[in-house]
């Protein structure tokens, strides 16, 4: 059972148009965070989110824990916004190990 | 801000070779990771340690070894390596588990 999913697994849009990314996830966790990868290269953490809102520049994640799903929106998308973002968290049963989502990967156009 | 470095960062082995992945961090974090990365599959724990001469057991351990040497150095060994291993392997350390410093990965083919 895939304890972390996001949707949706792909993603196209134009520049300058928002993007809305999901994860939803079946542990009880409290430590939720995005990463962001470009193919083939290194992991990046973009945004710690255990609950609320919280927002750096264009990117803003929204996290329920009850409801157990988080949400990254990126505003006024960008070509270089290109790449993997994967959704990740603690898990419930060891507290440092970390469970990523198979990601969504964005393709902005121009 | 930490840095991770891996070495190598490509190689190619053929079927039953030895194989040997190194990690360094050097802002001496107590927790050091090996995942691997497949299409479909996401990244997956492999091993992990939380500190020199400490091993854990990942989600995918089998076919692999680990060692960490020291609180800078941990090394991924396979030891006869197969083609179920080609990947994308990476090395993350971290202090929390919540802050983890990804290196820039190495592609392992097995031919």
């Known amino acids: 059972e895939q304890q972390v999913q996001q949707s949706p697994a792909s993603l196209v849009l134009q520049e300058a148009e928002n993007a809305e990314l999901q994860c939803s996830f079946s542990?009880?966790?409290?430590?939720v965070q995005w990463f962001y990868q470009r193919p083939g290269g290194r992991l990046v953490s973009l945004l710690y989110?255990?609950?609320g809102t919280k927002q750096s520049g264009r990117l803003t994640s929204t996290t329920v824990i009850k409801e157990r799903r988080s949400s990254l929106h990126i505003s006024s998308s960008q070509i270089t916004d290109s790449g993997t973002y994967l959704c990740?968290?603690?898990?419930?049963?060891?507290?440092?190990?970390?469970?990523f989502g198979k990601g969504t990967h964005l393709h902005v156009l121009p | 801000e930490a840095a991770v470095t891996q070495s190598p960062r490509n190689k190619v082995t053929v079927t039953g070779g030895n194989v040997t992945l190194s990690c360094r961090q050097t802002?001496?974090?107590?927790?050091m990771y090996w995942y691997r990365q497949d299409t479909g599959h996401g990244l997956r724990l492999i091993h992990y340690?939380?500190?020199?001469?400490?091993?854990q057991i990942g989600d995918v351990p089998d076919g692999y070894k680990a060692t960490r040497t020291t609180q800078e150095d941990f090394f991924l060994l396979l030891e006869l390596a197969s083609p179920s291993q080609t990947s994308l392997y990476f090395c993350?350390?971290?202090?929390?588990?919540?802050?983890?410093?990804f290196g820039p990965g190495t592609r392992l083919t097995v031919l």
């Open positions: 340690s939380y500190g020199a001469g400490n091993l």
């Open positions: 542990i009880f966790t409290n430590q």
């Open positions: 993350a350390s971290s202090e929390t588990n919540y802050e983890q410093y």
């Open positions: 989110n255990p609950s």
């Open positions: 802002n001496s974090h107590n927790y």
């Open positions: 990740a968290m603690e898990d419930d049963t060891n507290a440092y190990k970390v469970i």
